[in-house]
């Protein structure tokens, strides 16, 4: 069955550090988006991609990037872990530009230190 | 820019009643979608229900149904026959369905439903 994933499923880091989340998807989407959701708040948008090579910035992207090399792949960086990006972070695809459902990776618990 | 409002941080509900879920909405676009999502303390995201803004029936899906209120920005979330497993958070979110920005969705920070044996 096709699906979404995300490693690691949680992660310690240290102020400072560069980390790398995964997201895989076997949909063969060409939409692809990275979400962070703080506690007892809904989701922000970080980055998307609407297909390979092509990456946009969303509402919250300040100290993180991505790159789109494949369909499958959308890793989000964090180029100098800071504190305030402890959160839990998402990836979905989606189908179509104008595809009504968002499929949801499980989620990386990320706490910087 | 497009705002997602949900005024119930948290609500209580008696096993097998019924409960509404508000959300309220702001945008300028003339062409968008609603949607809800559930999250349960496992944390993954379940897509609920979907509405287009020019649907003219309200969505339905099972036990879920979208109470659409175009003219006053509304897209409640109705619960029927409320089970134990539908305690979780839900969302309300908006996505933009003009080609350009499609996909981006926008959501609000949730109403925590507890349901009570």
């Known amino acids: 069955d096709a699906e979404i994933t995300q490693s690691p499923r949680h992660k310690i880091t240290e102020t400072g550090r560069q980390v790398t989340l995964a997201c895989h998807q076997t949909w063969n989407h060409n939409n692809m988006f990275w979400y962070r959701q703080d506690l007892g708040h809904g989701l922000r948008l970080i980055h998307y991609s609407y297909g390979v090579q092509d990456t946009n910035k969303g509402e919250v992207s300040d100290g993180y990037s991505v790159s789109r090399s494949n369909t499958e792949d959308l890793p989000l960086t964090l180029e100098s872990a800071a504190s305030s990006q402890t959160s839990v972070y998402f990836c979905?695809?989606?189908?179509?530009?104008?595809?009504?459902?968002?499929?949801f990776g499980p989620g990386t618990r990320l706490t910087v230190t | 820019a497009q705002k997602i409002t949900q005024t119930q941080p948290g609500m209580f509900v008696q096993e097998k009643e019924a409960v509404t879920l508000d959300c309220t909405y702001d945008t300028s676009d003339q062409s968008y979608g609603l949607f809800w999502y559930k999250q349960p303390s496992s944390g993954e995201m379940i897509f609920l229900i979907y509405?287009?803004?020019?649907?003219?029936q309200n969505a339905t899906e099972g036990r879920y149904s979208l109470n659409f209120q175009k003219a006053r920005k509304s897209a409640n979330l109705v619960i029927s026959a409320s089970q134990l497993g539908d305690s979780a958070m839900y969302f309300c979110?908006?996505?933009?369905?003009?080609?350009?920005?499609?996909?981006?969705?926008?959501f609000g920070d949730g109403t925590t439903l507890t349901v009570k044996p």
């Open positions: 979110a908006m996505r933009e369905v003009p080609r350009a920005n499609a996909g981006k969705s926008t």
């Open positions: 509405q287009g803004s020019y649907d003219e």
């Open positions: 979905a695809s989606s189908e179509e530009r104008d595809s009504y459902e968002q499929y």
